[in-house]
């Protein structure tokens, strides 16, 4: 059962245009995560944020920015992409505290043309 | 520096095979081991997780994975697979103090007919 939900599920964009993805979970986890997995499946950590707060910060490109209005909603923007942007997006969440499963949403594939 | 090594990219078997799908790491502290797995399209699921205690542990679907302190593994088996198995599997080890997850690159399971 879908308890983290992401929008859109897939968009096609130009480089340098803006996108904006959505997240939200409604298991009242206390910290959310953005991964970015490429086209070999490696995942890699961009954002994890806890009750609002950003707490782990990759080097991830500064065109990049996580958005939070609440503990169940993480958002992404991308301000200008570039072709490398092209991936699979995906959203986690989790209790805070080490080892908590995380329990992730379906991603959204995004395609820099 | 945690890391977490899947020395298999790619595993095919045929269906009602047993399969083992194999993790080593590194890490000198106390741990969190886990396993999760991606089917085609969609986001990571839970498998199974190990913490302490019994080092065989047992998850969803009939997957069992053992956890070696003297090998730092953390090896996934399946007495008989099925073709829904077919999947994308990760294992990941975090911190007993953090949410910081450290995912392996992942091996592609494939069962034949």
């Known amino acids: 059962e879908t308890a983290v939900f992401q929008t859109p599920n897939y968009h096609v964009t130009q480089v340098g245009n803006e996108v904006s993805f959505n997240c939200k979970q409604t298991?009242?986890?206390?910290?959310m995560y953005w991964y970015k997995q490429d086209s070999k499946k490696l995942l890699k950590i961009m954002f994890s944020?806890?009750?609002?707060?950003?707490?782990v910060n990759e080097t991830v490109p500064r065109r990049f920015s996580p958005q939070s209005s609440d503990k169940a909603h993480l958002n992404l923007r991308i301000k200008s992409v570039e072709p490398e942007d092209s991936a699979v997006y995906l959203c986690?969440?989790?209790?805070?505290?080490?080892?908590?499963?995380?329990?992730f949403g379906p991603g959204t594939r995004l395609l820099v043309l | 520096t945690q890391t977490v090594s899947q020395s298999d990219a790619h595993v095919t078997v045929f269906e009602g095979d047993s399969v083992e799908l194999r993790c080593n790491y590194s890490?000198?502290?106390?741990?969190?081991l886990s396993w999760y797995i991606q089917h085609h399209g969609r986001g990571l699921q839970f498998l199974l997780k190990?913490?302490?205690?019994?080092?065989v542990v047992q998850g969803v679907n009939g997957f069992e994975a053992e956890f070696s302190k003297s090998d730092s593994s953390f090896h996934l088996r399946k007495a008989s697979v099925h073709w829904s198995d077919s999947a994308v599997y990760f294992c990941?080890?975090?911190?007993?103090?953090?949410?910081?997850?450290?995912f392996g690159d992942g091996t592609q399971l494939v069962v034949k007919p």
């Open positions: 986690a969440s989790s209790w805070t505290g080490g080892g908590d499963t995380q329990y």
């Open positions: 298991l009242g986890h206390d910290t």
């Open positions: 944020y806890n009750n609002k707060q950003l707490i």
């Open positions: 890490y000198g502290g106390s741990i969190y």
């Open positions: 190990y913490y302490s205690g019994n080092p």
């Open positions: 990941a080890v975090s911190r007993n103090n953090n949410n910081r997850i450290f």
